[in-house]
């Protein structure tokens, strides 16, 4: 079955028809809790790698500012899957020819590399190289900004 087919077959499904009958409210608090998630994810490790760039709370311990906003990143991660699904769901066969639908995946598979091999090991310990601090950092930021940026252009490019 290619991808093309599966999109189709799931906004065709009981469960696509289902969200796409839905009240127009229940696709409003999907996208609410979408940008909630994101907030929740951006803010987390914005902190952190303010710290990391030595710009804000340098201060504070990289490993506690970590610990700190580690269960933000996870909560955001499940709003944004979640509420992802259910604006997907109903309209999937017209994500699939949207560049912009695609674009944000492959940011989103960069960052989450990024977060869960490069991120860990740099704030894992305490005084990291601060050339690879501040790269991953760097890298970090505009990985999560780009998703974010290209996840809003989906509304505005036309297949």
Avoid: C, D
């Amino acid at each position: 079955m290619s991808t093309q087919a599966l999109f189709l077959a799931l906004q065709n499904s009981e469960i696509g028809i289902g969200m796409g009958q839905a009240n127009r409210l229940f696709g409003i608090a999907a996208q609410l809790f979408h940008i909630t998630g994101l907030i929740f994810i951006l803010s987390s490790i914005l902190l952190v790698n303010l710290r990391l760039l030595g710009v804000g709370l340098v201060n504070q311990p990289v490993g506690l500012l970590v610990k700190k906003t580690n269960g933000l990143i996870w909560f955001g991660l499940a709003f944004l899957f979640l509420s992802g699904f259910f604006m997907f769901a109903p309209s999937a066969g017209l994500y699939y020819p949207n560049p912009a639908f695609w674009l944000k995946f492959q940011l989103l598979a960069a960052a989450l590399v990024v977060q869960f091999t490069l991120y860990k090991k740099v704030t894992a310990t305490e005084t990291p190289n601060p050339y690879l601090a501040k790269s991953v950092a760097v890298i970090s930021i505009a990985l999560w900004f780009a998703v974010g940026l290209a996840g809003r252009a989906i509304g505005f490019v036309a297949a």
